[in-house]
């Protein structure tokens, strides 16, 4: 019986729906190696994460190991650097949303024991995000014009970060992920956090859930715990851990931007970012403050709402903007 077969036994397995026959077969593979006892508990882990996203699914076991599994030899051959243009979320298929997970979740265990012991590689272009399962369940959002890397060894999950990325990690106490970026190192068992590494010379860690350890050059570990935020400059070599209050920060995964009584000075730095535009700030002496919620944002719609808010001009010059404030109102 060939690996397919059993990747269809574990999902009928979960889905209760084997047979006393097929539960002996199942059970006398899983027993005969060691790898297929961990490839099962990392299915396990995928399925039991995918489950919350719909409940009243029928599952497919057959459709389900099809349909991906025919594009299992071409990802195969792309291990050395698997560059992904774009990808639909998973659970937005119509196929049953937990096998999609899981088989998607054997594909990646297949590819990375192909690899032997190679880094699988994703990277995303501009105006692109990617959303990766990895094996354990863990879930990583790239964000665009980034790149990453990931390599299981040793008990321990490595990623290479470069660019910016939120990560939703499984716990497994055995298996502490790793994430390195710009000499630093982020360690976590199961959380969710941010690294935002585009600039050579700053790394900044937002955490969100759990608890994480941080490691600059040099420098000794810096825990965070949630509603933390580590600021690393690479060239001063100087870490700082400050409160982190900006929703904003992962204004690019949630496709929102939230602002309540900011200072417009941090607002239009927000908005550059978000829209990756340059924009020129004058104030002219006044203090302004700005409150607004805005879903899936276009650049011209902020800009609207500010022209409305405030007394403004706007100087267009290519990707760049002139903003001047004339009064707050």
């Known amino acids: 019986m060939n690996q397919e077969k059993y990747i269809s036994l574990i999902i009928k397995q979960f889905s209760e729906k084997l047979s006393s026959e097929e539960e002996k077969v199942l059970s006398e593979w899983e027993s005969s190696d060691i790898t297929n006892r961990k490839l099962k508990d990392k299915l396990k882990a995928s399925w039991d994460k995918a489950k919350h996203y719909k409940e009243d ?7 389900a190991w099809s349909n ?3 594009k299992l ?14 990808t639909i979320p998973i659970w937005r298929r119509p196929l049953s ?10 594909c990646s265990w297949f590819l990375l024991s192909d690899a032997n012991g190679q880094k699988i590689s994703y990277s995303t272009n501009t105006n692109e995000t990617l959303d990766i399962t990895l094996p354990d369940g863990s879930l990583i959002y790239l964000n665009e014009n980034s790149q990453i890397a990931y390599l299981e060894e040793e008990g321990q999950r490595n ?7 939120f990560f939703d990690v499984s716990h497994d106490a055995a298996n502490p992920f790793v994430v390195k970026s710009n000499n630093t190192t982020t360690t976590v068992l199961g959380t969710k956090f941010n690294i935002n590494a585009k600039s050579n010379e700053l790394t900044e860690v937002s955490l969100y859930e ?9 420098q000794k570990s810096t825990i965070l715990l949630p509603g933390n935020m580590i600021r690393h400059s690479s060239n001063q070599n100087k870490t700082e851990l400050l409160p982190f209050k900006n929703e904003n920060a992962i204004a690019w995964k949630t496709k929102e931007l939230k602002f309540e009584n900011d200072k417009i000075e941090e607002v239009i730095k927000t908005i550059e970012a978000y829209f990756d535009r340059e924009i020129e700030l004058k104030l002219n002496g006044n203090d302004c403050v700005f409150t607004s919620n805005f879903k899936d944002p276009k650049y011209n719609d902020v800009i609207e709402v500010l022209k409305f808010t405030y007394d403004l001009s706007i100087e267009s010059r290519n990707s760049s903007d002139i903003i001047n404030i004339k009064d707050c109102k």
């Open 210 to 218: 759990g608890k994480v350890s941080f490691d600059g050059a040099d």
């Open 68 to 70: 991906i599994s025919s």
């Open 73 to 86: 030899h071409v990802k195969t051959k792309k291990t050395t650097n698997p560059n992904i243009p774009k």
């Open 57 to 63: 699914v029928n599952v497919n076991e057959k459709d």
């Open 159 to 165: 990623v290479n970060l470069n660019g910016e990325a």
């Open 97 to 106: 949303i937990a096998a999609s997970l899981l088989v998607l979740a054997a």
